[in-house]
């Protein structure tokens, strides 16, 4: 057995069956084994963004990792922006990066470069293997790691997350003598019942009170806990703007997403006497602006941690809501049947037009941004229960990957990617994988010819723009981007809507028959 072999045969052990990639010379020794391991199901991504951000999908469906593919330090680069989502959302990731033989290393070759230094800035655990003799081991110890184990042999960057990056030397997956290893155990959940004690004391005081729910908060399960604790209290429940993964729809107690401005935020807590993080960070605004304070818990907010990111939530809010409302049943969301806007799309409408037509358990992939930012949340909360993948760490050109690993996580599920234009671009590859691996995704690109959100942003920070050279830094035409060519180009068929009409028939007819589709939505 060879390193390589030894690499995917302790995957398969610890249930790693799913491998996104961009190889290249050094990888290629795991390529060919993949032909012996009929168990490893191989992805070819385009571009490594493209199989980062879809690690990233595969692993919030299943809550287990996915691996990434990924060639020398430039390889990985390329995919660092949606491993800073995979990071934020907190989800299981193992990259496994080739590195130049090490005999070659000294040689300082053009590709050569510093990878431990790229990878520790978005991986919890970090480890270079010496031999293949422990290739096994190391890999194993990884692959524990992106569940919260923690190992003498890895090397701890400070970074926080769930994410592991393994460099191996070509030389190590060339050379024989590599030896499978068994499934680590994962680290035993931390229990977070003591703090939900405190939690329980503050919620009965009759003060206006907060519960921000996030992780295993917005399950089902978790919705259901909270809405009961909030019967019993009267407490306000919110989730972050854009949540990692969020269960919603009919049948799915209602949680109010924070809003994206800061003063909007404020409103939101304004009279607020108790803010009690559920899973969640304390709210800070995306940015710092002109005389602003940057952080969205206004004073006289007592802040108070139920459990946090690395905290499992999910058995204090539950044992909190057996004591405080035992007989109290959670509040359901109604089913609700609205019709459909007619008419010019626009971004006041074109969400009631997807929340109407909303397959059952869909998983909706969600990067519009701007054009959702106000209405898509309404226009879905009374459509069939699905779960919604958010933009955790805000940076753009998720949404088409993430689409295609939450396809592959469960291909039984239709797949919805709602995408604005210009995030669109950085990521379009996607397409090709989609097209390739016949993933049952409906893509509706956005278009309305801008940057829209950095439109406002430029006023916002107080920056002079109404020139043509600060227009054009912001808009998308000149030429106007064909998303419809773009997609045949990769083997994704399409259309284009530009009344509301139009979309409810292309999207009602794209989510009815299997395999990929694309709409390209013009607003006006």
Known sequence: MNGAEAIIETMLDSDVRVCFGNPGTSEMHFVAALDRYPQMRGILCLFEGVATGAADGYGRMTRRPAATLLHLGPGLGNGLANLHNARRAG???????????????????????????????????????????????????????????????????????????????????????????????????????????????????????????????????????????????GTLLFCPTWPAALRRGAGIPTVTPLAYRSEDVRAQMAGVRHLILAGARSPVASFGYPDQDGNLVPAGIDLHVLADEFTPVLSGLTSIADRIAPELKPRPAPATLTALPKGVLTQ???????????????????????????????????????????????????????????????????????????????????????????????TVVLNNKSYAILRSELDRVGAQGNGSASTRMLDLSHPDLDFVALSHGMGVPATRATTAEQLADQFAAATREPGPHLIEAVLS
């Open 91 to 233: 989800t299981p990731v193992l990259n496994i990066v080739g590195d130049h033989s090490r005999d070659h290393k000294p040689l300082d070759s053009p590709l050569d470069s510093d990878i431990d230094a790229v990878a520790g800035s978005v991986s919890a655990w970090l480890y270079r293997p010496a031999d293949s003799a422990g290739l096994g081991r190391d890999i194993a110890a990884a692959i524990a790691a992106t569940s919260g184990f923690e190992d003498s042999v890895a090397q701890r960057t400070g970074t926080s997350g769930s994410i592991a990056t393994v460099v191996v030397p070509a030389d190590l997956s060339w050379s024989t003598g590599g030896v499978a290893a068994p499934a680590l155990p994962n680290r035993p959940a931390r229990d977070a019942v003591v703090a939900s004690d405190a939690a329980e004391k503050i919620l009965r005081s009759g003060e206006k009170t907060v519960l921000l729910l996030d992780g295993d908060a917005l399950t089902e399960d978790g919705l259901n806990a909270a809405d009961r604790i909030a019967q019993a209290t």
């Open 348 to 442: 006041a409408n074109w969400a009631w037009v997807i929340g109407g037509l909303l397959p059952q358990d869909a998983i909706v992939c969600d990067e519009s941004i701007t054009a959702g930012m106000q209405t898509l949340t309404a226009a879905t909360a009374g459509a069939p229960a699905h779960d919604a993948l958010g933009l955790a760490g805000l940076a753009v050109g998720q949404g088409l990957p993430l689409s295609v690993g939450a396809a592959v996580a469960c291909p039984d599920r239709p797949v919805v990617c709602l995408e604005a234009d210009g995030s669109a671009m950085y990521t379009i590859s996607a397409l090709w994988t989609q097209a390739r691996e016949n993933l049952d995704i409906t």
